[in-house]
Structures are given as structure tokens and as C-alpha cells.
DNA sequence: CAGTGGTCTAGACCACGCG
DNA sequence: GCGTGGTCTAGACCACTGG
């Protein structure tokens, strides 16, 4: 039933998406051997190129780790909650799983040289305002404070723009692009008399800032966000592998 | 001549070391066109899986961006000295290129238990410490302090590590091992009296501090480091792609 | 429409880990 | 020595971009 119905993934996202269940489901023991690449083409009746490129997937996730010689095993740190991996967009999003996002529109702003040194941007441009906070179950105190700013460009879509899902994506649906890239700048500030009201910190104290640029495939700028953490509730973790 | 000599780095390296190059010396415009894989072939005389992972590499380190149908061009930001992709190891280590690291032995310690809650470890264990001040030519406040924990199991090569590389591929030299990943945990604090002093910024102001700890092949802890950058300083720079 | 990069096959040889 | 994953070839078809 390969028919059309979306025209469906690539074949090494449809394997990977398999196997990342299966480890997340706990079949293989944190830790223990993964079947080997021969063993995968002939379960999944395919070429060792889409199954290497299904492992190569799942390995930039942090979900398991190679060797030749050995085999495949899945990472022993990488089912844990605490260390998330955020090397991948898809994490980036839905990072801090059980927390939940509410965002307003707050209307069209012309960037203030100051606002506009913060964002790298130029002053005097116009752009679209949305604020909001990320709060996580079972903490009175929000894990963030956000300011998005869409692009005049998508004057347009703007007040189409809900919550439930993160901005960007909807700018690539009703926009229609296509975001190919997402800088981050991440750095250490202390809190303004907003984010500490926000946040519920004192003025001053330590947070981390991470500053968003979500470019387009022909390098347009669509979006920038700047989020504010209280730097004890937050930590942001990754993996590098291949050293 | 391509006899033996050190057995030489895959094909795709080479490959990707002489584009990196010409990427670098301006040979493309940024922004313009490089040459399509087809021709990659022919001039290197290599196969296209070959050239692929070649570009492979050179887009995980941001300097190009590929579009199906359009062609390969030389990302516009990727050269800027600003934007610095620190999403590899190989940059993360010369990071801030044209900074110098002064790194001094301490000597052996057992972990307090607020040391031992900083790096995510067990009080009372033995690690050996050195000690260091990353600085920038042209600026008079360093921009890191360094807290390195080496492994009591490597007590015996501590003695031979010298400055002038770092001290996980020192470890993995002399103690024969292989780093196999990174982990890194990013943070906002508030500086210390210790490192208020040395990095000479007030103390309780907002720092970066990021937490590394090197896995070796096997899975163990092999090193763990503690750097801690001034704010106003110093911000991490990184890309993601393929959204 | 021709040409690009994205996906995929069926082979091959090699370096490495382990018994 | 055997099986693992890492590298590599020579093909193929496809989706997409652009003129």
C-alpha cells in the first residue's frame, strides 16, 4: 500500500522512525547490541546505503553509538530524560517535553536601535511582535520568556498565526516557504526589569539568552526570536559525536 | 603518491579539506555558485558518493547550502568571522580562533559535594585537576576560566600533559583510548568569588558556563571540564540545518 | 525541457574488534 | 579468522528548479 497518500517519506526515515521507536519502547536493553546493518536489509528488505543512512540518522540524535568492529548499541545516556538531546530541530522544538507554550500577537513594531543591537538587526525596520512564555508542569515559575519577530513580508499571514504550533512551521505553511536553516546565539545575560516581572527573578540575575534566526532556502531572514531563561531552571544540553 | 605515510585520511576528507580551503581563500564569491557534483567527479576523478560526503561535511559545518534542482552555493554568513559554527568538535577546540590557552596542572583532588553537584558527579571520587585562563589578543579580560577533571584512572599520563594541545587528545594519545563523544551542558550562573577574580568581571554577575564531559569508546567519563565565559564576552554560536 | 541534488541498488574492499 | 561498520564504485530513477 505504497500508493500515493502524501507521497510518503524516504525510505531510511521510514526505518529510522522505526527503529527510534523500537529503542524508545525499550526492545533493546540500554547498552546492549542493535541487530547489525545486513541484518536490517534483509528485515527491512532494503540496501545497506538506506540503512546506514536510517543509523546515521538516529546516531546524530544521540540514540545510539557505533563501532566497527563491535556493532551498533543504543546510548545509555540517550533514553534519559535529563539529557535531551537539541542537536536536531525536531528536539529543538518540543524541547522540555511536558512544558507548554502560550504566545499573543502584540502587533507591528519598528525596532528601536536598542531592540535592534539585541537582535542584530537594523533599526528602524518593521516587523511583527509575538510574546509569550513557556511554563512546565509542576513549576509555578516560567522555564521562559519570548519575543518573536516575523518579517513584514508576511504582513499577511500574521493574524492567521495560532497557538499549538511554533510560528515558523505556520509561516511555512501559510507563507509558503521553506525554512532551511536556524542559527542560534546563546549567551549570558542578566535579567531586564521585564524578564525579571516575567519570570519571576530578581533584576539582574543570571539567565540564559538564545537568539533565533529562521532563514529561508533563498537566505531571507524570516523570523527571529529572542527566549530568556532563568539560568537555574534551565540548561541547555547537546552531543557531539565523531571527535 | 599516496604510499603509505601515516595511511592518509578517507578520499571524502581530502576532498572536502581542498573545497574548505577554496572556500576560505575567496576562490567563490560568497553567496555564488560552486561546481555541481558531476563535475566534482571529474576533477577529482572520485565517484559521486565520494563528492557527497564530502559536501556532507562542508554543510554540517555551515559553509555551504545545497538545493535540489538550483545547485550548491557557498553560504553567505558561513564565512563571516562573527558567526562562528562551533557544531563540530574540530572548531569547538580552536574555537575563537586567535585566543590562547594557558592551562597549569593542580594536582589531584577529591571531589567536595558542591564540586561534585557542579559537574554532575559523584563526592568523595579522585579526579586531577588543571586550571586555566583562555585570552584574546586585543582584550585585557580573559574570556574563560577552565576547571579540567582528568580520570584517577589516568593518573599515570597526567604527568606528561603539556600545554599546547588539549588535554583530551593528549589523553587519548598517551593513555590509548579514543574519545567517542561530547557532551555538553550550557548554562547561565552567576560568577563565583574565584572566578570574579580571575576573569575580573563583579562577582554575581551573569556568566556562561558549559560543562563538558569526554566519553571514551567504551562508554566512561574520561575528562570533564568546567569553563566559565563573562557574559558581555563571549556567546555561542550555532547552526542547525535540513529543518 | 535539461540539469541539479536527493534517494536507492548491488556490488566491493578495507580497518578494526573480538574470540 | 570472522564479522562488524567505514569507505567507495558505477550505475539508476526521481523531485525539483530554472530558463
Same mark, same amino acid.
Given at each position: 500500500m505504497?500508493?500515493? =497518500? !502524501?507521497?510518503? !517519506?524516504p525510505r531510511?526515515?521510514?526505518?529510522a522512525?522505526?527503529?527510534?521507536?523500537?529503542?524508545?519502547r525499550?526492545?533493546?536493553?540500554a547498552?546492549?547490541? *542493535?541487530?547489525? +546493518? #545486513?541484518a536490517l536489509c534483509a528485515r527491512?528488505? %532494503?540496501?545497506r &546505503?538506506t540503512? $546506514?543512512?536510517a543509523? $546515521?540518522?538516529?546516531?546524530? +540524535?544521540?540514540l545510539?553509538r557505533?563501532? $566497527?568492529?563491535?556493532?551498533?548499541?543504543?546510548d545509555?545516556?540517550?533514553?534519559?530524560?535529563l $539529557?535531551? #538531546?537539541?542537536?536536531?530541530?525536531k528536539e529543538?522544538?518540543?524541547?522540555?517535553s511536558g512544558s507548554t507554550?502560550?504566545f499573543?500577537?502584540v502587533?507591528p513594531?519598528?525596532l528601536s536601535?536598542?531592540?535592534?543591537r539585541?537582535?542584530n =538587526?537594523e533599526a528602524?525596520?518593521r516587523w @511583527?511582535?509575538?510574546e509569550g512564555l513557556r511554563? *512546565?508542569?509542576?513549576?509555578h515559575?516560567?522555564?521562559?520568556?519570548?519575543? =518573536?519577530?516575523v @518579517?513584514d513580508a &508576511?504582513a499577511?499571514v500574521?493574524?492567521?498565526?495560532?497557538?499549538g504550533?511554533?510560528? &515558523?512551521?505556520q509561516l +511555512?505553511?501559510l507563507?509558503?516557504?521553506?525554512?532551511?536553516?536556524?542559527t542560534q546565539?546563546?549567551r549570558a545575560?542578566?535579567a531586564?526589569?521585564r524578564?525579571?516581572?516575567?519570570l519571576? %527573578?530578581?533584576?539582574?540575575?543570571? /539567565?540564559?539568552?538564545i537568539l533565533r /534566526?529562521?532563514v529561508d532556502?533563498?537566505g531571507?531572514?524570516?523570523e *527571529?526570536?529572542?527566549?530568556v531563561?532563568?539560568?537555574?531552571? &534551565?540548561?541547555?544540553s *547537546? @552531543?557531539?559525536?565523531?571527535v
Amino acid at each position: 500500500m505504497t500508493t500515493r =497518500a !502524501a507521497r510518503a !517519506a524516504p525510505r531510511y526515515a521510514q526505518v529510522a522512525a522505526d527503529l527510534r521507536a523500537e529503542i524508545q519502547r525499550g526492545d533493546y536493553g540500554a547498552g546492549s547490541a *542493535m541487530p547489525t +546493518e #545486513s541484518a536490517l536489509c534483509a528485515r527491512y528488505g %532494503v540496501s545497506r &546505503f538506506t540503512v $546506514r543512512e536510517a543509523l $546515521r540518522q538516529l546516531q546524530a +540524535e544521540g540514540l545510539i553509538r557505533r563501532r $566497527r568492529g563491535s556493532g551498533t548499541v543504543v546510548d545509555p545516556d540517550g533514553g534519559s530524560a535529563l $539529557r535531551q #538531546s537539541l542537536t536536531d530541530v525536531k528536539e529543538l522544538l518540543q524541547y522540555a517535553s511536558g512544558s507548554t507554550y502560550q504566545f499573543e500577537p502584540v502587533g507591528p513594531v519598528v525596532l528601536s536601535p536598542q531592540r535592534a543591537r539585541d537582535l542584530n =538587526a537594523e533599526a528602524g525596520e518593521r516587523w @511583527h511582535l509575538f510574546e509569550g512564555l513557556r511554563t *512546565m508542569a509542576g513549576h509555578h515559575r516560567p522555564i521562559a520568556y519570548t519575543a =518573536a519577530y516575523v @518579517h513584514d513580508a &508576511f504582513a499577511a499571514v500574521v493574524p492567521k498565526v495560532r497557538r499549538g504550533e511554533t510560528i &515558523f512551521r505556520q509561516l +511555512e505553511r501559510l507563507g509558503g516557504i521553506k525554512i532551511a536553516k536556524v542559527t542560534q546565539d546563546i549567551r549570558a545575560i542578566g535579567a531586564g526589569a521585564r524578564e525579571a516581572e516575567l519570570l519571576k %527573578v530578581p533584576r539582574r540575575s543570571p /539567565c540564559l539568552s538564545i537568539l533565533r /534566526c529562521y532563514v529561508d532556502t533563498t537566505g531571507r531572514i524570516v523570523e *527571529m526570536s529572542l527566549s530568556v531563561h532563568p539560568g537555574d531552571l &534551565f540548561t541547555y544540553s *547537546m @552531543h557531539i559525536d565523531e571527535v
